[in-house]
């Protein structure tokens, strides 16, 4: 079974940045595709950044492109968001996601972390 640990979230100002990281265990890395997620409150989930599995096709939500970076590191089965430029609008619980399909947002997603807590203020 599938787990996932995310780790590095927090309060940080706008402008600063923070590293999220997600450790996988309980299958083969290398068969999934891996994302990010946010969700405010209020809000309706999105996916912010998508790994494919070698890490040669990646995502970005509009809302985060030129600020986020998705990376993976398959000999350490973790998959990484560094979050640069932070806006309070960045401010919701990420977590981490794993799909056996392709690197894209409608894909399907069966694993989920249980979420970290980002919090910009102004």
């Known amino acids: 079974q599938v787990q996932l640990v995310e780790s590095g979230g927090g309060l940080v100002q706008a402008g600063g940045s923070l590293r999220l990281s997600c450790a996988f265990s309980g299958s083969t890395f290398t068969r999934y595709a891996m994302g990010w997620s946010r969700q405010a409150p209020g809000k309706e989930r999105e996916f912010v950044a998508i790994i494919s599995w070698s890490g040669g096709s990646t995502y970005y939500a509009d809302s985060v492109k030129g600020r986020f970076t998705i990376s993976r590191d398959n000999a350490k089965n973790t998959v990484y968001l560094q979050m640069n430029s932070l806006k309070p609008e960045d401010t919701a619980v990420y977590s981490c996601?794993?799909?056996?399909?392709?690197?894209?947002?409608?894909?399907?997603?069966?694993?989920w972390g249980q979420g970290t807590q980002v919090t910009v203020s102004s």
């Open positions: 996601a794993a799909s056996l399909g392709s690197p894209h947002p409608r894909a399907v997603y069966n694993d």
